[in-house]
């Protein structure tokens, strides 16, 4: 018989999380929505004080050292809470996710720590003005001089980098006849000289993502994740791990339950909205491609706990949640 995927230590977890997210984000999480404020730094630290931000790594490096399931109920328990509390631990996970992979030894005993304290927090510098879709057609350069790279270029729509400590960034260190080569994988200091961030206000008017512009910036030869040519799959190994967790199951988990709440309060004729059997057919039908796409997601997760790693189905979950919010979000405007 299979070991299920979610095991009694999964839900005991699953309890202890959500008693954490009731006690310290429930009470303060509509004031946060009302202000579109960004979520306390005492409350992030005492997500680090939980083990929220190492439930994946190894406990040499003072991780919790449990899966990926474990952490898909981390994600679900505090977004019930807090739908924007995802964007807090994502990046320093990512980055985490890439350490244990192919960091140096030396690379994880000096950054792991303040990504499990939430002391250092990360970005992400892939896309360009010209280089989005395209990502291998990035053009931000770093030349080596001695023992630094010396890195010129520009990265966009760059998720809250104006808190950011650190950028991990792909590069070009070589150019090729075939473009996916010559990319490497640096970390740069965000407080080094010649960085600049610029932000992009969205159309909602709030502040998230932004420009970095790098002029001349001085990088150690040792910020190299890997080997000089090896960005190209490193990034795509980062953004597999990245998009197991992108189809957004528990924020709309949570948006359907909303849904079917504000629906139940809906009066149409002698009933509410609920009870008209064609809209309530849609939010069936939606909530059906939910719990599908929530197992394979599950699936996805235990074969990567299983020393496996993800493959083509990301991009699936990727693709099936984007689809699943356009599809939330009609039936909102229909109600």
């Not at 010396?150 to 960034?169: E, M, P, R, S, Y």
């Not at 610029?198 to 990088?219: A, C, L, Q, R």
């Not at 719990?291 to 997760?301: D, I, Q």
Request: charged share 25%; glycine share 10%.
């Amino acid at each position: 018989m299979s070991m299920p995927l979610v095991t009694e230590e999964h839900e005991e977890f699953r309890r202890a999380v959500r008693r954490f997210t009731e006690e310290e984000i429930v009470p303060i999480a509509s004031e946060l929505d009302a202000k579109q404020a960004e979520i306390p730094m005492e409350i992030i630290q005492k997500m680090a004080e939980q083990g929220y931000f190492g439930v994946l790594f190894q406990e040499e490096y003072g991780g919790l050292g449990l899966d990926n399931i474990t952490m898909a109920i981390v994600a679900e328990e505090l977004s019930k809470g807090w739908l924007s509390v995802g964007s807090v631990m994502t990046r320093g996970i990512i980055m985490g996710t890439l350490l244990e992979a192919h960091g140096t030894e030396e690379q994880k005993k000096k950054y792991l720590p303040g990504i499990l304290n939430s002391d250092v927090w990360w970005c992400q510098g892939y896309s360009e003005p010209g280089s989005g879709s395209d990502l291998a057609s990035l053009q931000t350069k770093a030349e080596l001089q001695g023992n630094s790279y010396i890195v010129n270029g520009t990265k966009t729509w760059t998720t809250l980098a104006q808190h950011a400590d650190w950028i991990f960034c792909l590069v070009r260190t070589e150019t090729t006849g075939i473009k996916q080569e010559g990319i490497s994988f640096l970390l740069i200091d965000m407080k080094s000289k010649g960085v600049e961030v610029k932000p992009i206000i969205t159309i909602d008017g709030s502040h998230e993502v932004n420009i970095v512009y790098f002029d001349d910036v001085k990088v150690p030869r040792n910020n190299l994740i890997g080997d000089e040519g090896q960005g190209w799959n490193i990034a795509k190994f980062l953004l597999r791990h990245e998009r197991t967790g992108i189809a957004g199951i528990a924020a709309l988990k949570r948006e359907l339950k909303r849904l079917k709440e504000i629906s139940a309060n809906v009066i149409v004729g002698e009933g509410s909205l609920l009870d008209d059997s064609k809209f309530r057919d849609k939010l069936e039908a939606a909530e059906i491609e939910l719990t599908a796409t929530e197992f394979t997601e599950l699936r996805t997760l235990s074969q990567i706990s299983s020393g496996g790693a993800p493959g083509p189905e990301s991009s699936i979950l990727k693709i099936k949640g984007t689809e699943l919010q356009q599809n939330i979000s009609e039936l909102f405007i229909e109600m």
